[in-house]
Protein backbone atom coordinates (compact mmCIF):
# COMPACT_ATOMS: atom_id res chain seq x y z
CA UNK A 1 0.00 0.00 0.00
CA UNK A 2 1.37 3.47 -0.75
CA UNK A 3 0.44 6.71 1.41
CA UNK A 4 0.60 10.14 -0.68
CA UNK A 5 0.90 13.31 -0.09
CA UNK A 6 0.64 16.68 -1.97
CA UNK A 7 2.65 19.83 -1.17
CA UNK A 8 3.09 22.89 -3.40
CA UNK A 9 -0.42 24.69 -3.25
CA UNK A 10 -0.97 27.63 -2.64
CA UNK A 11 -2.44 31.60 -3.59
CA UNK A 12 -0.75 32.77 -6.98
CA UNK A 13 -2.37 35.84 -9.32
CA UNK A 14 -3.62 34.85 -12.77
CA UNK A 15 -0.73 34.63 -15.24
CA UNK A 16 1.44 32.59 -12.78
CA UNK A 17 2.97 29.79 -11.39
CA UNK A 18 3.01 26.75 -8.90
CA UNK A 19 4.38 23.48 -8.75
CA UNK A 20 2.76 20.68 -7.22
CA UNK A 21 4.24 17.49 -5.33
CA UNK A 22 3.06 14.00 -4.52
CA UNK A 23 5.25 12.02 -2.50
CA UNK A 24 4.70 8.29 -1.67
CA UNK A 25 5.39 6.96 1.47
CA UNK A 26 5.35 3.04 2.38
CA UNK A 27 6.61 1.79 -0.65
CA UNK A 28 7.80 3.65 -4.10
CA UNK A 29 6.24 4.67 -7.19
CA UNK A 30 7.70 2.22 -9.07
CA UNK A 31 4.59 -0.23 -10.85
CA UNK A 32 2.12 2.74 -10.55
CA UNK A 33 -0.01 5.01 -12.70
CA UNK A 34 0.16 8.47 -10.77
CA UNK A 35 -2.55 10.66 -11.29
CA UNK A 36 -3.84 14.12 -10.86
CA UNK A 37 -7.27 15.57 -10.12
CA UNK A 38 -8.94 18.51 -8.96
CA UNK A 39 -12.05 19.73 -7.88
CA UNK A 40 -13.70 23.20 -7.62
CA UNK A 41 -16.29 23.94 -5.02
CA UNK A 42 -19.82 22.72 -6.51
CA UNK A 43 -18.20 20.81 -9.35
CA UNK A 44 -17.20 17.15 -10.07
CA UNK A 45 -13.55 15.62 -9.63
CA UNK A 46 -11.61 16.40 -12.59
CA UNK A 47 -9.16 14.52 -14.32
CA UNK A 48 -5.73 16.41 -14.71
CA UNK A 49 -2.95 13.96 -15.84
CA UNK A 50 -1.53 10.95 -15.33
CA UNK A 51 2.00 9.43 -15.64
CA UNK A 52 3.24 6.35 -15.87
CA UNK A 53 5.99 5.65 -13.07
CA UNK A 54 7.77 2.75 -15.09
CA UNK A 55 7.71 4.34 -19.15
CA UNK A 56 7.51 7.97 -18.09
CA UNK A 57 4.65 8.09 -20.53
CA UNK A 58 2.15 10.73 -19.67
CA UNK A 59 -1.66 11.86 -20.60
CA UNK A 60 -3.31 15.10 -20.32
CA UNK A 61 -6.77 16.27 -20.20
CA UNK A 62 -7.20 18.34 -23.89
CA UNK A 63 -8.41 21.13 -22.23
CA UNK A 64 -5.05 21.52 -19.76
CA UNK A 65 -2.28 20.38 -22.58
CA UNK A 66 0.48 23.37 -22.79
CA UNK A 67 0.10 24.32 -19.76
CA UNK A 68 0.46 22.09 -17.14
CA UNK A 69 3.15 19.48 -17.12
CA UNK A 70 3.00 15.86 -15.45
CA UNK A 71 6.68 14.92 -14.84
CA UNK A 72 8.56 12.06 -12.01
CA UNK A 73 11.69 11.98 -10.00
CA UNK A 74 13.43 8.92 -9.62
CA UNK A 75 15.70 9.82 -6.83
CA UNK A 76 12.77 11.87 -4.55
CA UNK A 77 10.06 9.54 -5.61
CA UNK A 78 8.18 11.96 -6.22
CA UNK A 79 5.71 12.86 -8.70
CA UNK A 80 5.39 16.78 -9.91
CA UNK A 81 2.69 19.12 -11.77
CA UNK A 82 4.07 22.08 -13.24
CA UNK A 83 1.21 24.93 -13.40
CA UNK A 84 1.94 27.75 -15.62
CA UNK A 85 0.00 30.40 -16.93
CA UNK A 86 -2.76 29.72 -14.26
CA UNK A 87 -6.27 31.38 -14.42
CA UNK A 88 -9.06 32.12 -11.86
CA UNK A 89 -10.92 28.34 -13.27
CA UNK A 90 -8.02 26.94 -12.27
CA UNK A 91 -8.55 27.30 -8.31
CA UNK A 92 -9.35 23.95 -7.03
CA UNK A 93 -8.08 21.44 -4.49
CA UNK A 94 -5.68 19.18 -6.22
CA UNK A 95 -5.23 15.31 -5.43
CA UNK A 96 -3.11 12.79 -6.31
CA UNK A 97 -3.70 9.30 -6.90
CA UNK A 98 -2.73 6.07 -7.93
CA UNK A 99 -3.08 2.57 -8.78
CA UNK A 100 -0.95 -0.34 -9.18
CA UNK A 101 -0.36 -1.03 -13.07
CA UNK A 102 1.07 -3.36 -15.23
CA UNK A 103 2.54 -3.11 -18.57
CA UNK A 104 -0.77 -4.17 -20.09
CA UNK A 105 -2.67 -1.67 -18.44
CA UNK A 106 -3.50 1.21 -20.56
CA UNK A 107 -2.41 4.68 -19.36
CA UNK A 108 -5.92 6.01 -20.19
CA UNK A 109 -7.42 6.07 -16.82
CA UNK A 110 -9.23 9.56 -16.42
CA UNK A 111 -12.08 8.53 -13.38
CA UNK A 112 -11.31 8.63 -10.29
CA UNK A 113 -12.47 5.29 -9.50
CA UNK A 114 -10.34 4.48 -11.56
CA UNK A 115 -7.36 4.82 -8.90
CA UNK A 116 -6.89 3.06 -5.67
CA UNK A 117 -4.91 5.78 -3.44
CA UNK A 118 -5.77 9.16 -2.65
CA UNK A 119 -3.70 12.19 -0.75
CA UNK A 120 -5.92 14.69 1.08
CA UNK A 121 -5.18 17.59 -1.38
CA UNK A 122 -3.89 20.67 -2.01
CA UNK A 123 -5.70 24.01 -2.38
CA UNK A 124 -4.70 26.06 -5.10
CA UNK A 125 -6.39 29.47 -5.57
CA UNK A 126 -5.88 31.56 -8.66
CA UNK A 127 -6.65 35.48 -7.83
CA UNK A 128 -8.02 37.81 -10.89
Known amino acids: QVQLAESGGGLVQAGGSLRLSCAAS????????VGWFRQAPGKDREFVAA????????VYADSLKGRFTISRDNVKNTVSLQMNTLKPEDTAVYCC?????????????????????WGQGTQVTVSS
Open 97 to 117: AARASSVLDGINKYQPSDYNY
Open 51 to 58: IRWRTGST
Open 26 to 33: GRTFSGYL
